[in-house]
């Protein structure tokens, strides 16, 4: 899908990638949604893209502002977080965003097929990003990627009982361009 269709974001502990995954849920929690602009992580790596801050201002202490945990600042603070952005804003520039399980690990593939780009959709069929993948999305939309491959993750139980299910409701949105199902990997059936 575009990255410029994912407007809001909810924080990924509404719900993880594991224990969430494809499932159909009821409540509140799309109108909780923010605008993906207003994030602190968001407006961090914005600004660091644009020149407005440089890797000096990238300390432990903004990272934890912006919101990250205490373990992934402290890892991005010893590794060079403005190092690690400029290395993702270089790939993605050559290669986009990367969807191939077989050599995932690298700066915009995932680690397993979980560790995408994952959104959720509303009670009215809005696309929310789940907080997952959000440096390879923030990247994209920063440098206006056409597509980015998504991995749904929750879709909102409303939404999903007006339509006729999969073939009317996922194959007709008008966000997403292509809906498929990927095979489970083994590693991931034993988790």
């Known amino acids: 899908m575009s990255p410029t269709e994912i407007a809001t974001y909810v924080e990924y502990d509404v719900f993880t990638k594991y224990g969430y995954a494809g499932r159909i849920e009821p409540g509140e929690w799309d109108l909780r949604a923010a605008p993906l602009s207003s994030s602190p992580k968001y407006r961090l790596i914005r600004d660091y893209q644009t020149g407005v801050i440089d890797s000096s201002d990238l300390t432990y202490q903004r990272l934890r502002t912006a919101g990250y945990p205490e373990s992934e600042a402290a890892f991005y603070t010893e590794y060079g977080y403005g190092t690690y952005l400029d290395t993702l ?7 986009g965003i990367e969807n ?3 050599g995932a690990g690298s700066q915009t593939q995932p680690v397993d097929r979980y560790d995408q ?4 959709i509303g009670r009215n069929g809005a696309v929310i990003f789940n907080s997952c993948g959000f440096h390879r999305l923030a990247t994209a939309k920063l440098l206006a990627v056409e597509t980015v491959p998504v991995r ?8 999903w009982e007006r339509g ?3 073939k009317t409701q996922l194959l007709e949105h008008p966000s997403l361009s292509y809906v498929d199902r990927l095979r489970p990997a083994w590693i991931d059936v034993v988790r």
């Not at 780009?117 to 959720?120: D, E, F, G, T, W």
């Not at 749904?152 to 939404?159: F, G």
């Open 152 to 159: 749904l993750n929750v879709i909102h139980e409303d939404w």
């Open 89 to 95: 804003f270089d790939s993605v520039k050559r290669n």
């Open 164 to 166: 006729q299910g999969i």
């Open 100 to 102: 191939d399980h077989t």
């Open 117 to 120: 780009i994952a959104v959720n």
